[in-house]
Antibody, heavy 120, light 111 residues
Framework: QVQLQESGPGLVKPSETLSLTCAVSGYSISSGYYWGWIRQPPGKGLEWIGTIYHSGSTYYNPSLKSRVTISVDTSKNQFSLQLSSVTAADTAVYYC?????????????WGQGTLVTVSS | QSVLTQPPSASGTPGQRVTISCSGSSSNIGSNYVYWYQQLPGTAPKLLIYRNNERPSGVPDRFSGSKSGTSASLAISGLRSEDEADYYCAAWDDSLSGHYVFGTGTKVTVL
């Protein structure tokens, strides 16, 4: 059974960088699929952030591309999100997930989500 | 700002059929598969329909998807109280080097 678990600070100050990690168990990232991040502001809809393949190939949301970096560490079977210059508008539940790019567009496994609040 | 438009809400009584629309464009729905996700309150989204009309294992056949041109629909037949949730369509968009887009979301209420 594939499982994903997000981790990282729940509070980030404005203008700083948000950093989250997603640990994957039950499947080796090196075996395939794209892995990515989706966020959901409180009371609002889903927003796709981006994805990464084990080779390092990435896709990003054009509206966030200038501030987003997604990286992968196959030795630890995890991938990470960095979002720079955050503002209150970046407050959201952040989900890590499998799929959403390449030949496998269905997002079939999701983490439970982690709330990140941007506030001083 | 989502490029896939859904009605904000839909409702029905138990046993009824409810349909949710998803309107896109030639760069997303018009040229790629459509996916549907169900999000129960306080939980992560769950894949409900993939590749327009395929159901993952475990998803009841009360849920069905269809696509025509630049629009898609999700139908829930035999509505049940446990179907009360938010539903999102999604698709790959070929513009701007390619990216995934979600719909605006529809809240389904079982009356």
């Amino acid at each position: 059974q594939v499982q994903l678990q997000e981790s990282g600070p729940g509070l980030v100050k404005p203008s700083e960088t948000l950093s989250l990690t997603c640990a994957v168990s039950g499947y080796s990232i090196s075996s395939g699929y794209y892995w990515g991040w989706i966020r959901q502001p409180p009371g609002k809809g889903l927003e796709w952030i981006g994805t990464i393949y084990h080779s390092g190939s990435t896709y990003y949301n054009p509206s966030l591309k200038s501030r987003v970096t997604i990286s992968v560490d196959t030795s630890k079977n995890q991938f990470s999100l960095q979002l720079s210059s955050v503002t209150a508008a970046d407050t959201a539940v952040y989900y890590c997930a499998r799929g959403g790019s390449g030949s496998y567009l269905q997002i079939d496994y999701w983490g439970q989500g982690t709330l990140v609040t941007v506030s001083s | 700002q989502s490029v896939l438009t859904q009605p904000p809400s839909a409702s029905g009584t138990p046993g009824q059929r409810v349909t949710i629309s998803c309107s896109g464009s030639s760069s997303n729905i018009g040229s790629n598969y459509v996916y549907w996700y169900q999000q129960l309150p306080g939980t992560a989204p769950k894949l409900l329909i993939y590749r327009n009309n395929e159901r993952p294992s475990g998803v009841p056949d009360r849920f069905s998807g269809s696509k025509s041109g630049t629009s898609a629909s999700l139908a829930i037949s035999g509505l049940r109280s446990e179907d009360e949730a938010d539903y999102y369509c999604a698709a790959w968009d070929d513009s701007l080097s390619g990216h995934y887009v979600f719909g605006t979301g529809t809240k389904v209420t079982v009356l």
